[in-house]
């Protein structure tokens, strides 16, 4: 079982009550705004603490409100690609991209289809939104995740721009074969993408 959940979360006025249990592939999240998607996606990350229930990736326990599991967002191996890029702007691609790998060798190998090689000297406020997209995404693959979370991302991209990381998450799905989480508001978005399609609220 690649992702096993069940969460509850009040937050203001919403309440969310989501259960998932799904297999390889990529699971696509989709629904009306304001629903959870993201806070779904947080409380996976360990960015939010969910009120009850549990999260289980792959086998791995990250979280179990019953047994008093909580790992801290470093220790879940989340490759975690926000709605907005959220690249460092006082640092090169080439940084942020280490970033992710810290210590490490900047492996150029594993992101080479992501096309960003040529970009590596650039500043975050140059990029075009599709190029900063395929570096968060990079930086989140640098970070040897056990698993993705994708928040909405070809959100505000051109037709073009879309193609060209619709054709990353695919390879990510086929080839490197890392469970995906994404979470979109797109139809057409969710059937190309999902391996299954799960509504939120
Ligand atoms: N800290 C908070 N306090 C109160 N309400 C919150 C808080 N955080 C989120 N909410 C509310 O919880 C609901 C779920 O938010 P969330 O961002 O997870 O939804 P979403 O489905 O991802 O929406 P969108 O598609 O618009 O990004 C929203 O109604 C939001 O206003």
């Known amino acids: 079982m690649a992702f096993d959940l069940r969460l509850t979360k009040h937050l203001g006025e919403t309440r969310i ?3 998932l249990e799904a ?3 990529a699971t696509v999240l989709f629904g009306p705004s304001g629903a959870g998607k993201t806070s779904v ?3 996976i990350a360990g960015l939010l603490r969910p009120d009850a ?3 289980r990736v792959s086998g791995d326990t990250l979280f179990d409100a019953d047994a008093r599991i909580d790992l801290p967002p470093e220790r879940r191996r989340a490759g975690y690609v926000f709605q907005e890029p959220r690249l460092f702007p006082h640092l090169r691609v080439r940084d942020n ?3 992710g790998a810290p210590g490490g060798l900047l492996d150029m190998a594993a992101i ?3 096309g960003i090689a040529h970009l590596l000297d650039r500043w975050p406020r140059t990029l075009s939104g599709g190029e900063a997209r395929r570096v968060a995404i990079g930086r989140a693959l640098l970070g040897a995740p056990a698993f993705l979370l994708l928040d909405e991302p070809l959100s505000s991209l051109d037709r073009a721009r879309r193609e060209e990381i619709l054709a990353a ?4 799905r086929d080839t490197v074969r890392l469970p995906i989480l994404m979470v979109t508001h797109d139809a057409s ?3 190309r993408i999902g391996t299954r399609i799960v509504t939120v609220g």
Do not use: Q, S
């Open 97 to 99: 991209l280490r970033y």
């Open 53 to 55: 229930g549990h999260v």
């Open 169 to 172: 998450i695919e390879h990510i």
């Open 189 to 191: 978005e969710a059937e």
């Open 112 to 114: 080479g289809f992501l």
């Open 17 to 19: 009550d989501f259960a």
């Open 41 to 43: 996606l947080n409380m």
């Open 23 to 25: 297999g390889a592939g």
